[in-house]
């Protein structure tokens, strides 16, 4: 299985007038510098957690322990800071936990390089709509059960053009020489099935449309391949970044026609495009169900492309429930491909 993602953050900013902040600044000329202590030590648990701290009778009795101060003058602190807004009373009382709208805001600020960033919607007091505009990938809203409720992707990573997967010094004279060719004959029209909703917004014909335009999180759901995870969104974003968008996007749609809506099997299709060294491989099919023509070896037989195995799970990124997809998927096309073979 892959490595859990890391919430905790290693270290937390602190101004340098933050103890006359007015939150905070009754409750120190109450308690002193003890009550001052107990407070950073509080804000290290929760930016240790993340972004909020359970404070149940499971962590007050522990906590006062290790901080060897009493319970009395630690629930007093803490109460304080509830009165005065340091901590949100209305997340406390409904839920239970120490979080408020600054922790939110300055954890997001610290992590947001990270691939997932979540956030649990009962917590919530942070607008992510603006936030996920401040982070790398995108910003996660989930149940306390874990199940996702929305995910806001910052708009300047959905709108990138599609990277160009890299074709090696022998064959780039052949690629430039054939692009040339293709612009000189006539575009054929591209034939989609009659109310198939994955290119609706995007024009009918794929070789007008703008590949600015493509949104492959919006083509996954509206598709039926189903609800996007955070992991779905990890692993969306990094098929868009090692093979381009216009390549998930077409691959997709084969995945679609074909009912396979799983994004192992779109991740079986890139593997062999890219393996083939072709700069727009679905235009390369042979329409399915028509025994297309295949290339031929020296020996007049068909060659029959292999999807390559993945020798080690743990290192891919995948689980092990989509691994096991993915070597079905693998044998079923060779086994295809074999019955295609000549006796």
């Known amino acids: 299985m892959a490595r859990p993602l890391k919430e905790s953050l290693d270290y937390f900013p602190i101004d340098i007038g933050f103890d006359e902040d007015d939150k905070l600044s009754v409750t120190i000329a109450k308690y002193g510098m003890q009550g001052l202590g107990i407070i950073i030590k509080i804000m290290a648990e929760v930016y240790k957690n993340s972004y909020f701290y359970p404070w149940t009778e499971q962590q007050q009795y522990p906590f006062a322990q290790r901080i060897n101060v ?15 807004g340091f901590f949100n009373r209305k997340v406390f009382e409904e839920h239970g936990v120490l979080t408020s709208r600054g922790f939110q ?8 390089r990270r691939k997932l960033i979540s956030i649990v919607d009962d917590y919530l007091l942070i607008d992510p709509a603006v936030e996920c505009k401040n982070v790398s990938h995108s910003i996660t809203i989930v149940k306390s059960d874990g199940n996702t409720v929305n995910v806001y992707i910052n708009p300047d990573k959905c709108n ?13 004279s052949k690629v430039k020489k054939s692009k ?3 612009r000189k004959e006539q575009p054929k029209e591209e034939v989609l099935p009659d109310g198939d909703p994955l290119f609706q917004p995007l024009g009918t014909d794929s070789s007008s449309r703008n590949p600015d335009e ?31 968008a216009r390549w998930v996007q077409e691959a997709m749609k084969i995945a679609a026609l074909n009912g396979k809506r799983k994004l192992v099997y779109v ?3 890139l ?16 329409p399915p169900g028509n025994g297309g023509n295949k290339s031929k070896g020296r020996n007049g037989k068909p060659i029959i492309d292999v999807v390559q195995p993945v020798t080690d799970p743990d290192q891919s990124g995948i689980t092990d429930e989509e691994y096991e997809e993915m070597m079905r998927y693998a044998a079923e096309l060779q086994a295809n491909k074999q019955q295609e073979v000549p006796h």
Do not use: H
């Open 70 to 84: 009493d319970i009395n003058l630690v629930m007093d602190v803490v109460n304080e800071c509830i009165k005065w």
């Open 105 to 112: 805001k300055r954890y997001v600020e610290a992590a947001k």
């Open 160 to 172: 990138n053009v599609p990277t160009q997967i890299p074709q090696s010094k022998v064959k780039e």
């Open 180 to 182: 040339v060719e293709e």
């Open 214 to 244: 493509i949104n492959l999180f919006d083509i996954f759901q509206r598709e039926g391949f189903g609800t996007i995870s955070p992991f779905t969104s990890d692993k969306i974003q990094t098929l868009e970044k090692e093979y381009g």
């Open 267 to 269: 991740d079986g299709i």
């Open 271 to 286: 593997i062999n495009w890219k393996a083939d060294g072709i700069d727009e491989p679905w235009t390369k099919e042979a």
